[in-house]
C-alpha cells in the first residue's frame, strides 16, 4: 500500500508547492517511487517538476470533473528524474466546484480515480489549493495523512485552528483513517524574534508540540531559483541549505513509515 499525503494549508505563501516537489525529490533519492498529484489550479508544482501545464493530455481536471472513464492511470506523466512521475494540473481546476456542485458522491471522485495506482508507488504526494473547496475536500477524503507547512509568521499559525477543525469534520463524515504527520516550520530564520515567537508558540501548544517537525526549512534563495528553473533543489543545488532542509525532512518522514 502506498503512504498517501497530502501537503495542505488554507493559508497561501506558507511554501506548500515547494514543499510538495523538493519533498518528493529528496524521497526519491532514498530509491523510493514517488507520484505527485498536483491538484491546484495554479499548476505550479507541475511547473515545478519541468511539465508544461496544458498540452492536451488528460489531467487532474479530468478526475475530479470527469465521467469517471479516465482515472490516474491516464493521466500520469514521467518527469525527467527516476522515481518521480506526475499528475498534471489544469487551470480549469478553478472552475470545477461549480462543476461537480450537484453530483452525487462529489467528495470522493478523486478518491475512485486514484484508487488504480494505489500500491504502485511507495509515496503518493497531493499538493492542495490554498484554500478550502470541492477540491480540498476530495483530497482529504482520499489521503491519509497530512503535513502542514507552517510559515513561521502569526498568521500562518492562526490559521492552523481553522485546517484542524475542517479535519475534524472530515475525520468525522468522510474519511476516519486522515491524521497529521507534521507540522513543518517554513522560511524559517533563527535569527529573527518573530521566527523564534512563532515557533515556540508550536512548541508550546498541546494541540500542535507533539507533531512539529525537527528538521525546518529555512528561508534560502535556492528553493526560489529552482523553482524558476522547473527544478527541485536537491537536484538543482544539492549543497544549499534549501537540498539539505528538505533530505532531512525526507529522512522525517520516511523513519515514520
Known amino acids: 500500500m502506498s503512504r498517501v499525503i497530502a501537503v495542505a494549508n488554507e493559508k497561501g505563501g506558507v511554501g ?7 519533498l518528493a525529490a529528496a524521497i526519491s533519492l532514498e ?4 507520484l ?7 499548476h ?18 479530468d478526475l475530479i470533473a470527469g465521467d469517471g472513464s ?8 514521467n518527469t525527467r528524474w527516476e522515481n518521480i512521475d506526475l499528475v498534471p494540473s489544469h487551470v480549469d481546476l478553478a472552475g470545477v466546484d461549480v462543476e461537480i456542485t450537484n453530483t452525487p458522491g462529489r467528495e470522493l471522485k478523486l478518491a475512485h480515480a486514484m484508487a488504480p495506482v494505489d500500491g504502485q508507488y511507495d509515496y503518493i504526494l497531493v499538493d492542495t489549493p490554498p484554500s478550502l473547496s470541492l477540491i480540498t475536500v476530495n483530497v482529504f477524503a482520499y489521503v491519509r495523512e497530512i503535513i502542514i507547512p507552517c510559515q513561521m509568521h ?15 469534520m472530515v475525520r468525522d463524515g468522510i474519511n476516519s483513517d486522515l491524521s497529521v504527520t507534521a507540522i513543518v516550520p517554513t522560511f524559517y530564520d533563527k535569527r529573527t524574534g ?11 501548544d498541546s ?14 534563495m535556492a528553493i526560489a531559483y529552482s523553482t524558476d528553473a522547473g527544478e527541485p533543489v536537491v537536484f538543482y543545488r544539492k549543497r544549499s541549505y534549501g537540498a539539505w532542509d528538505y533530505t532531512r525532512l525526507a529522512e522525517e518522514i520516511l523513519a515514520q513509515g
Open 70 to 77: 479516465v482515472d490516474a492511470r491516464d493521466t500520469i506523466v
Open 194 to 204: 518573530l521566527t523564534r515567537m512563532v515557533h515556540e508558540r508550536l512548541l508550546d
Open 154 to 168: 502569526p498568521h500562518s499559525f492562526s490559521a492552523l485552528e481553522s485546517l484542524f477543525d475542517t479535519l475534524d
Open 207 to 220: 494541540r500542535y508540540r507533539d507533531l512539529v517537525s525537527k528538521a525546518v526549512i529555512r528561508s534560502n
Open 31 to 34: 530509491d523510493k517511487r514517488v
Open 44 to 61: 505550479n508544482a507541475t511547473i515545478g517538476l519541468g511539465v508544461k501545464a496544458d498540452d492536451g493530455r488528460p489531467t487532474a481536471y
Open 36 to 42: 505527485v498529484v498536483d491538484v491546484d489550479p495554479q
Open 16 to 22: 506548500k508547492t515547494a514543499m510538495v516537489v523538493n
